[in-house]
Nanobody, 122 residues
Framework: QVQLVESGGGLVQAGGSLRLSCAAS????????MGWFRQAPGKEREFVAR????????YYRDSVKGRFAISRDNAKNTVYLQMNSLKPEDTAVYYC???????????????WGQGTQVTVSS
């Protein structure tokens, strides 16, 4: 079992930045692809970014490319999402998740955090 706990959400003005963190505990973090997803009110959960175990491969949804950066520190069992140039449409609950496969589909992720709220005001 892997437990994931997100932190770093909050209220920020458009154009501002936030850094989300996701700390993993429990069984080994080793080998898991880590992903960030988000869900806005009334919308389905959507993929934001993912990073492979080695950190050598990252992938982003088009709307966040060039603004968001995912990274991980395996020694600390932590994954990060640096979010810059935030827009009101980025407002959502952000979730981190862990998968044994490399995927952008929520259905392929085995473990989920409880989420952290990000609100971007215009």
């Amino acid at each position: 079992q892997v437990q994931l706990v997100e932190s770093g959400g909050g209220l920020v003005q458009a154009g501002g930045s936030l850094r989300l963190s996701c700390a993993a505990s429990g069984r080994t973090f080793s080998g898991y692809t880590m992903g960030w997803f988000r869900q806005a009110p009334g919308k389905e959960r959507e993929f934001v970014a993912r990073i492979t175990w080695s950190g050598g491969s990252t992938y982003y949804r088009d709307s966040v490319k060039g603004r968001f950066a995912i990274s991980r520190d395996n020694a600390k069992n932590t994954v990060y999402l640096q979010m810059n140039s935030l827009k009101p449409e980025d407002t959502a609950v952000y979730y981190c998740a862990a998968a044994r496969v490399v995927s952008s589909s929520p259905s392929n992720y085995d473990y989920w955090g409880q989420g952290t709220q990000v609100t971007v005001s215009s």
